[in-house]
């Protein structure tokens, strides 16, 4: 996903087609996560955002786009979950085909890299299954950490 600023108005757009009700509170996150460019926590996030965002409203505003899949959940390393965006532009937003994300997490650092994402899950699935997405973490050392 390019990461080109993005206005209220298409950041509206992205959380109306999947569903998910439009508050200031959630375009200030979404806004956060995608120009953050990385997996992020909701600390992360409170600290980042251009307006001041308590605890509650962020995890409330994470856990809809979790619903909707707009956001993936990365168990953290170190304790509290971090959050990315699933690739997923406005275009694709309504698109139900299923698709595969792939995340990658250093056990050595702790870094979260959001891999491609395949749009079918037949290499995946053997038999015939009505799957709409699903998400494969790989965990194991970053190039950084193994030249170390």
């Known amino acids: 996903m390019p990461h080109t600023r993005l206005t209220d108005s298409d950041i509206t757009i992205i959380l109306k087609k999947k569903g998910i ?13 995608y120009e953050h460019k990385a997996s992020i ?5 409170q600290k980042l955002a251009s307006a001041k965002l308590d605890r509650v ?7 809809a786009f979790r619903k909707k899949g707009l956001i993936a959940e ?5 304790g509290w979950p971090r959050y990315v965006l699933t690739n997923t532009s406005a275009a694709e937003v309504s698109d139900k085909t299923s698709r595969v994300n792939i995340y ?11 891999s491609k994402t395949f749009r079918s899950l037949a290499e995946f699935v053997p ?4 799957i709409y997405k ?7 050392v970053c190039s950084n950490c193994s030249r170390n």
């Open 21 to 33: 009700y439009v508050t200031n509170t959630r375009i200030t996150v979404y806004r956060t996560m």
């Open 41 to 45: 926590n909701t600390s992360q996030i």
């Open 74 to 78: 990365i168990p953290g390393t170190r």
């Open 104 to 114: 990658f997490i250093c056990r050595s650092c702790g870094a979260i890299e959001a």
């Open 57 to 63: 409203s962020v995890y409330r505003a994470l856990q």
């Open 134 to 140: 699903a998400e494969l973490l790989l965990e194991g």
């Open 127 to 130: 038999v015939k299954l009505d």
